[in-house]
């Protein structure tokens, strides 16, 4: 009798997890695509994460999304990582790959840049410089996709200046800071401006950053996706910008993790994006 094969299995480990919206996600594309397998979320603490990715493969697993706490833990857990990964100094992407080495990427980066390009077709990465407020690691994904993508220059802005200095020191000379106090004026040169913090997410203060330096040709986009239209994007609206919303960052940084997982390249479409809000 022949050896059925195994179902393939994926999830995202975080703590705490159960507010991901990646299992909507990756199971709306699981069964559109009609792929048997699975995606669970999984609340893991630090001290089980490497107990728990060595376990996985032998289950069936065949890779996982990491999330908050751990996306840095898992850069010195993995055998082997990815130079973009390195840059960005996370790892939000894990392959068990079949020699029994798990390999880690960052798929932000992508996901931020498929993102603007769908979102604002028209936007030129040599047009001008990028706006970006704050200095985490999703800063750094942002940062590392724009200035490989061609952007002249970063203008780069945190509430505590020296997470900012570290990401100069990271990047180089075409990363300038800014005093958070002075955030509001490297607007007016921008093409480009990015919120990278959580201000202004729901259950968070909201982002008090001055605004009256947009201009119509800036394109202006938020990694807060909860809610959709933050007040920075209402506000870029009335300028006559561009806005691009935060949610298809997540969309499109799971596409390279899906392929590689179940062996086919998802779409993001409406479908997609209705699935991941449900």
Known sequence: MSQLPRIPLAGVIGSPIAHSKSPQLHRHWLKTYGILGHYIPMDISTDNLETV???LP???FVGVNITIPHKEKVMEIADL???RAILIGAANT???RKDGKIHADNTDGYGFLENLKAGAPQWDPSSGPAAILGAGGAARAVISSL???GVPEILLSNRTRVRAEVLQK???SRVQVFDWVQAGNMIDDAALLVNTTSLGMIGKPELRVPLDGLRASTVVTDL????LKTRMLATAEDAGCVTVDGLGMLLHQAVPAFERWFGRRP????ATRAAALR
């Open 53 to 55: 990715l060595r376990t």
């Open 58 to 60: 032998t289950m069936g």
């Open 81 to 83: 990582v990815t130079d």
């Open 94 to 96: 894990l392959i068990f």
């Open 147 to 149: 200035l490989e993508a």
């Open 170 to 172: 990271a990047f180089g």
């Open 224 to 227: 807060v996706y909860a809610p």
């Open 267 to 270: 779409e993001v479409d409406r």
